[in-house]
């Protein structure tokens, strides 16, 4: 019912800038939060960056400065400009819409949903 598709990962190196990006569809009217989070293997899923509907935003203090969120509530669509990557940026990016209206109405706080990843690979 609702999918979360990412693109825009890749290869980059140290210094370099990608742009992420996270597209929502099936059957949502809004979304209140949209953001990104990151993993590498062996280590808890991590916030990297959030936005809320009124574009309130949180940043993990390793990227605040370097990397910034954004989104567009007409196409339930969230983005992450990252610059001066660095290799321990290296990892799955994926992306999550918390907090649901529903075309039918309904809304609910809890549900939440991903989108499969999209890798970053920063080199040195």
């Known amino acids: 019912q609702v999918q979360l598709v990412e693109s825009g990962g890749g290869l980059v190196q140290a210094g370099g800038s990608l742009r992420l990006s996270c597209a929502a569809s099936g059957s949502i009217f809004s979304i209140d939060v949209m953001g990104w989070y990151r993993q590498t293997p062996g280590k808890q899923r991590e916030l990297v960056a959030a936005?809320?509907?009124?574009?309130?935003?949180n940043y993990a203090a390793s990227v605040k400065g370097r990397f910034t969120i954004s989104r567009d509530n007409a196409k339930n669509t969230v983005y992450l400009q990252m610059n001066s990557l660095k290799p321990e940026d290296t990892a799955v990016y994926y992306c999550n819409a918390a907090g649901i209206i529903y075309n039918s109405g309904r809304y609910s706080s809890t549900d939440s949903y991903w989108g499969r990843g999209t890798q970053v690979t920063v080199s040195s």
């Open positions: 936005v809320g509907s009124g574009a309130s935003t």
